[in-house]
C-alpha cells in the first residue's frame, strides 16, 4: 500500500474544493485536491448557461468559465491535483483517507482535510409516486449532462415538475433544443428558484408554470406515455376533483438537493435540515481537523457563495494545519420562527461569523434577528431561492455568549 | 436428447442448472433480454424457515428442502447468501397464540432451531421494535438473497456446463404430436425437442395451454416495496415478520444483502395480468409505511431511496404445480408463488431426477458445479483491490459512487451476458444505489453502448422498446 503526507487534503473538485485547494496553498500548506472525474469543476462544468460570479468577478460568466477562472486560480497557487480519483473512506481515529485510482489504491495522510463534495439530486424513487416504472424519467442534472456534455436527447415531449433553479434552467434548455416543454409544476404557491430564472427560462419561452401542483401518477410500461397531476392544498396534498394528465414521454424533476456527506456523517453528525455537516463560523466540523464548505454542507443557490465558502474553509485548514487552531468554546446556534437552512450552526466567538439562512416562504418585509436582537437585520422581500446572509462581528458574538440559548429567527414585519 | 425449459427465472435457471448434469442438450428460452427480469426480479428475496406452509404440502416440503440446499448451493454458485434468522412479531393473546401455532406447524414440517422469545430478549436482539411487543418467534434458519443473484448465478454455471441461452425469444407455441411433445415455436424459429419444461412464472399458465394442459390456474397478486437507503442500517438485524394474516405473510421490515432495508409487500388480488401489473399506488404504499411503522414505529420513510412491485403468480388451490403432465414429456414448475425462490434448487432437483429417470438419462462425471463470481470491488480488502487494478486498471474507475462500482465490473457484467442498463445494475449494483443513477447513468450509457458496439441512443433500460436518450441534440 502506498502511502503520502500533506498538510491539506481537499476532497471534491467543484468550487468549494477549488477556492479551499488555492486558499490552502497559497497559506504556504503543501495542499492535495482530489477529484472523482477527469476535470475539476464539478455541477459547473454541465451549467453551460451564463449566471455565474457576479459577485466574485463582477462578470457574467458560464459555469465552465467559472470554473475555469478557478483552476487557473488553483494552478497558480501551486497545490496539487489529482483527477479521476475517489475518496472511498476516512478514518476518523487516524485521518487516514482512503483513495482509488486507476494508478492504484493510495492512502493519504493529511494533518487537515477540506471536504468539498457537493450535493446529489432527489432521485424519483423518494418521492413515492405510484405508477408502473417506464423509461423517461430522468432527475434535472442527469438530463443536463446528457444534453450539455454527451450530446444526448432525453425525450420529445417533456413535463418539469419542481421550479427550483436547475428545473427551470432545464425547461429552457430542452426548449431550445426542440423539446417540447408543456410546463412546469411546483407543489408550493411560490417558484423554487430565482426569480431572474422564472422570467429568463420561463416567461420568455411562454412556458406555463403551475404553481400549487404536483404529480400523482405516471403511465406507461416501457416509456413513460403521460403523467397525472394535480392541484395540491397548503398541506401539499392532492385534492380530488383537480387531477389533469399530460402526455409527455419525459419527466424531469428537480425536487431537491441532498448534500453528499455520507463519508463524514457517521462521526461527524450531520444537521437535519441541512442535512450536510455541522459546522462552526470556521467551517470546522466537529472533528477538529475537519472542515466541509459548499454543496456538501447545505445547499447554496449561488456558486459565488460557495467560492467564498470553499475559500475560507481552505484558509482555516491551512491555519490548522500549521499550528492547531485552539478549540474554544462555541456558540450553539438554534433554529427559530421562519429558519430552515442554517449555517454555520455553531459560532466561533474567535472570527467573524457569515451566517447563511433560508427561509421557508417569500416576505415582503422581515427581520433577522439572532439572540433576541444581538444582531438584526431587515429584509425586504425575501425568497427561500435565495440565501440571506448576516454578519455577525466578534463583539456581538461576545455578547451572544451570554446567552443561555441563542436563537436565529425571521420576523415577518 | 434435446429438452427446452421455458423462463430464465430462478425456477428454470436452477433447473436447466439441474439438467446440465445428464450430458444431454439443454436449452433456455427466455423472452425479457437478461435472465432474472420475471417474478424473480422483485421479491422479497427471503429464503423462508417455512413455519408459514401447511404440513403435507408441496409447498411445505419443498420450501424445507430448498432452505436447507442454499448454504451448499450459495457456495458452489459464489453468491452471496446470509442465514440471518427471522422473528415473527406478536403484540396481544391473539398473536402470541399464532406463534405457538406456527412454532408447532413449523416443528411438524422439519423446520429447525424454532423458539419463542420473550419481550426483553427481543428487544435486546432487536432494539428498534415496537416496545409494545409480547412475545416473538425466532427462526434461525431464515435467510436472504438478492434473487437475481441466485438465477444468474446459476445459469452463468449452466452455460459453463453446456446450456444454451435463447434471450430474447418468446415461445409461442408447444408442438405436440401423439400425445407427446415434440417441439416448440418461437418468435425466432421452430426447435424440435424431447421434452419441455414450464418455468414461464406468471405466464406459466399460458404456456401450459399452449401444449393442451388446463392447469396452472393463475392469478396475480401484488406486492409494493418501499426501499430504503443504507443510512436506514439497523432499523432490523434479522427479517421481521408480523404475526400472519390469512393471505400473507405480512409486511416485513428487513436488511438486505446489500445492506439497505426493505419494507413491504403488500398483498393485492388483481382482476388479470396487465403490463402494467408491477405498478405501486398509493394505498399500497401507504399500507407498506404503516404495516412497518407497526413493527419499527421509529423508522423514516424519508430515507425511501426507491418503490417497486412484484406480482405473485398465485395458483389456484395455492399448491405449486410441479411434476409430469397429461402430455408426455412436458413437465412444469409452476404457480411458483411464495416461497418460490426458497424451494426452487429443491423443485429444481426433483424434477430434473423425475425427468432423468423417465428418459433414462445418467449424470455425467464432466458436470462442474462451481462458478466463480466476477470481482466485487467494494468486498474486496485493500491488497485484493491494488492486485486488481494492477491488472486492469478499469477496476481503478469508480462509476457508481453510492455502491462503489467500477468500470472494470461493469465491463465484466456485459462481458458476462448484461446488455442493458437494469442488466448492469442487477449484476454490479451500479445505479441501486442512494441517488439511484442521477450520477452515474451516463457513465454505464457510454460504457454500454462502447461495449456493445452500438450507438448510445440504441442502449435500452430493460430491452426492445424502452431506450434511454430518444436521438442526438445535434448530429
Ligand atoms: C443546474 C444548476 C444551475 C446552477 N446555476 C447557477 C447560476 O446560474 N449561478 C450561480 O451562482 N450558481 C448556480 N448553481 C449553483 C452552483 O453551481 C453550485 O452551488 C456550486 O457549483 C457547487 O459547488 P460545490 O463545489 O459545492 O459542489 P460540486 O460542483 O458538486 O463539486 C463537488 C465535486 O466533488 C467531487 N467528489 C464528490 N465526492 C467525491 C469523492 N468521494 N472523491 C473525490 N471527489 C469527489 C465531485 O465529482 C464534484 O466534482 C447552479 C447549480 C446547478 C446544479
Ligand atoms: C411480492 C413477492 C414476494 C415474494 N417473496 C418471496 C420470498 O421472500 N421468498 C421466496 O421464497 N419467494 C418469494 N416470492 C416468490 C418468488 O419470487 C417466486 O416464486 C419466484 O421468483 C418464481 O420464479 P420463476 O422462475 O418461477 O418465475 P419468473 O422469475 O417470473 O421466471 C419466469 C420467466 O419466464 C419468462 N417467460 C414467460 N413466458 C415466456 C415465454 N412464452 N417464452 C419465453 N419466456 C417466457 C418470463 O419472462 C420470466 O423471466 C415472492 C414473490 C413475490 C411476487
Redesign the interface.
Given at each position: 500500500m502506498k502511502s503520502y503526507r500533506t498538510d491539506v487534503l481537499v476532497i471534491g473538485g467543484g468550487a468549494a474544493g477549488l477556492a479551499a485547494a488555492s486558499a490552502a496553498a497559497e497559506a504556504g500548506r503543501e495542499t492535495i485536491l482530489i477529484e472523482r472525474e477527469d476535470s475539476p469543476g464539478g455541477v459547473l462544468e454541465q451549467c453551460i448557461h451564463p449566471g455565474f460570479g457576479v459577485h466574485r468577478y463582477r462578470e457574467e460568466l458560464t459555469g465552465p468559465e467559472f470554473a475555469a477562472r478557478l483552476v487557473e486560480e488553483l494552478d497558480a497557487s501551486g497545490a496539487e491535483v489529482l483527477t479521476g480519483r475517489s475518496v472511498l473512506a476516512i478514518d476518523p481515529k487516524t485521518r487516514a483517507v482512503e483513495t482509488v485510482g486507476p494508478e492504484g489504491v493510495r492512502t493519504i495522510r493529511p494533518k487537515a482535510v477540506v471536504f468539498a463534495t457537493g450535493a446529489r439530486e432527489r432521485p424519483f424513487g423518494a418521492l413515492r409516486i405510484p405508477g408502473p416504472r417506464p423509461v423517461g424519467i430522468f432527475t434535472a442534472g442527469l438530463a443536463q449532462k446528457l444534453v450539455n456534455l454527451h450530446n444526448l436527447l432525453p425525450g420529445r415531449r417533456a413535463l418539469i415538475l419542481g421550479s427550483g433553479d436547475i428545473g427551470l434552467i432545464m425547461a429552457r434548455r430542452l426548449h431550445l433544443e426542440g423539446v417540447e416543454v408543456v410546463g412546469v409544476l411546483e407543489l408550493k404557491p411560490f417558484p423554487g428558484g430565482l426569480m431572474r430564472n422564472v422570467v429568463q427560462c420561463l416567461d420568455d419561452y411562454e412556458i406555463p408554470l403551475h404553481l400549487s401542483h404536483t404529480v400523482i401518477a405516471v403511465h406507461g410500461t416501457k416509456r413513460l406515455t403521460g403523467v397525472t397531476a394535480a392541484r395540491v392544498d397548503e398541506t401539499g396534498r392532492p385534492i380530488t376533483g383537480t387531477a389533469r394528465e399530460f402526455a409527455v414521454d419525459t419527466l424531469i424533476l428537480s425536487v431537491g438537493l441532498i448534500p453528499e456527506a455520507e463519508l463524514i456523517g457517521r462521526f461527524v453528525g450531520l444537521d437535519p435540515i441541512n442535512r450536510g455537516p455541522c459546522v462552526d463560523s470556521r467551517w470546522r466540523t466537529r472533528a477538529p481537523w475537519l472542515f466541509a464548505a459548499g454543496n456538501s454542507v447545505a445547499v447554496f443557490d449561488l456558486v459565488d457563495t460557495v467560492a467564498a465558502a470553499g475559500e475560507s474553509a481552505g484558509r482555516f485548514a491551512a491555519r490548522f494545519a500549521e499550528n492547531d487552531i485552539p478549540e474554544v468554546r462555541k456558540i450553539p446556534i438554534s433554529r427559530g420562527e421562519n429558519v430552515l437552512h442554517l449555517v454555520p450552526t455553531e459560532i466561533d466567538p474567535g472570527v467573524p461569523t457569515l451566517i447563511h439562512l433560508r427561509v421557508p416562504r417569500p416576505m415582503q418585509r422581515a427581520q433577522v434577528r439572532i439572540g433576541e436582537g444581538i444582531v438584526s437585520r431587515r429584509l425586504i422581500g425575501v425568497r427561500p431561492a435565495e440565501m440571506v446572509e448576516v454578519e455577525v462581528p466578534v463583539e456581538a458574538a461576545e455578547e451572544l455568549a451570554k446567552l443561555a440559548d441563542v436563537k436565529v429567527e425571521v420576523v415577518e414585519e | 436428447m434435446r429438452i427446452g425449459v421455458i423462463g430464465a427465472g430462478v425456477v428454470g435457471a436452477l433447473i436447466a442448472r439441474e439438467l446440465c448434469r445428464y450430458g444431454i442438450e439443454v436449452h433456455l428460452f427466455e423472452r425479457e433480454e437478461d435472465v432474472s427480469f420475471g417474478v424473480s426480479k422483485a421479491n422479497s428475496g427471503v429464503i423462508h424457515g417455512c413455519f408459514h406452509e401447511k404440513p403435507g404440502t408441496t409447498r411445505a416440503r419443498f420450501c424445507v428442502e430448498g432452505n436447507a440446499e442454499y448454504t451448499a448451493l450459495a457456495r458452489e454458485l459464489d453468491f452471496p447468501f446470509k442465514r440471518i434468522g427471522a422473528h415473527v412479531i406478536a403484540f396481544n393473546s391473539d398473536d402470541v397464540a399464532a406463534l405457538e401455532r406456527l412454532k408447532a406447524q413449523g416443528e411438524e414440517i422439519g423446520c429447525a432451531g424454532l423458539e419463542i422469545i420473550d419481550r426483553e430478549e427481543i428487544l435486546s436482539r432487536e432494539p428498534r421494535v415496537n416496545p409494545d411487543v409480547r412475545a416473538a418467534l425466532w427462526s434461525p434458519t431464515v435467510g436472504i438473497v438478492e434473487p437475481w443473484d441466485v438465477a444468474i448465478a446459476a445459469v452463468e454455471n449452466a452455460c459453463a456446463n453446456g446450456l444454451v441461452l435463447h434471450l430474447g425469444t418468446e415461445v409461442t407455441g408447444i408442438r405436440v404430436t401423439g400425445g407427446r411433445v415434440t417441439g416448440i415455436a418461437t418468435d425466432a424459429g421452430g426447435f424440435s425437442l424431447d421434452a419441455v419444461v414450464n418455468a414461464a412464472g406468471l405466464y406459466a399458465d399460458r404456456v401450459a395451454r399452449m401444449a393442451g394442459v388446463d392447469r396452472p390456474v393463475l392469478h396475480p397478486r401484488r406486492g409494493e416495496y418501499?426501499?430504503l437507503d443504507k443510512?436506514a442500517a439497523g432499523t432490523a438485524n434479522s427479517v421481521l415478520f408480523p404475526a400472519p394474516t390469512n393471505n400473507s405473510k405480512g409486511i416485513l421490515v428487513l436488511p438486505t444483502v446489500d445492506g439497505n432495508i426493505l419494507l413491504g409487500p403488500t398483498a393485492d388480488d388483481l382482476p388479470a395480468l396487465s403490463?402494467?401489473a408491477?405498478?405501486?399506488?398509493?394505498v399500497?404504499?401507504a399500507a407498506v409505511v404503516s404495516g412497518a411503522k407497526r413493527l419499527v414505529p421509529g423508522l423514516d420513510?424519508?430515507l425511501?431511496?426507491?418503490?417497486?412491485a412484484g406480482v405473485r403468480p398465485e395458483p389456484a388451490g395455492g399448491e405449486f404445480v410441479v411434476g409430469p403432465t397429461v402430455v408426455r414429456g412436458f413437465y412444469q414448475a409452476a404457480g411458483m408463488r411464495s416461497p418460490g425462490l426458497t424451494a426452487a434448487p429443491a423443485v429444481a432437483r426433483y424434477l430434473s431426477r423425475e425427468i432423468a429417470a423417465e428418459f433414462g438419462l445418467e449424470e455425467k462425471s464432466a458436470f462442474d458445479p462451481q462458478r466463480k463470481s466476477p470481482p466485487r470491488f467494494s468486498e474486496l480488502d485493500?491488497?485484493a483491490?491494488?492486485a486488481l487494478?494492477?491488472e486492469d486498471?478499469?477496476y481503478?474507475?469508480?462509476v457508481c459512487?453510492c455502491n462503489?462500482v467500477t468500470e472494470g465490473e461493469i465491463v465484466a457484467a456485459i462481458r458476462r451476458g448484461a446488455r442493458t442498463v437494469d442488466g448492469v445494475k442487477f449484476r454490479t449494483r451500479a445505479g441501486f444505489g442512494?441517488?439511484?443513477?442521477?450520477?452515474c447513468?451516463?457513465r454505464i450509457?457510454?460504457i454500454l453502448s462502447r461495449e456493445l458496439g452500438v450507438p448510445?441512443?440504441e442502449v435500452?433500460?430493460?430491452g426492445?422498446?424502452?431506450?434511454?436518450?430518444?436521438?442526438?441534440?445535434?448530429p
Open positions: - | 418501499i426501499l443510512q403490463p402494467d408491477a405498478a405501486t399506488s398509493s399500497g404504499l420513510p424519508r425511501t431511496i426507491k418503490t417497486f485493500e491488497a483491490r491494488a487494478i494492477e486498471s478499469s481503478g474507475r469508480i459512487r462503489e442512494r441517488c439511484q443513477g442521477g450520477f447513468t451516463a450509457l457510454t448510445p441512443e435500452t433500460v430493460r426492445k422498446d424502452d431506450r434511454i436518450v430518444v436521438g442526438r441534440v445535434r
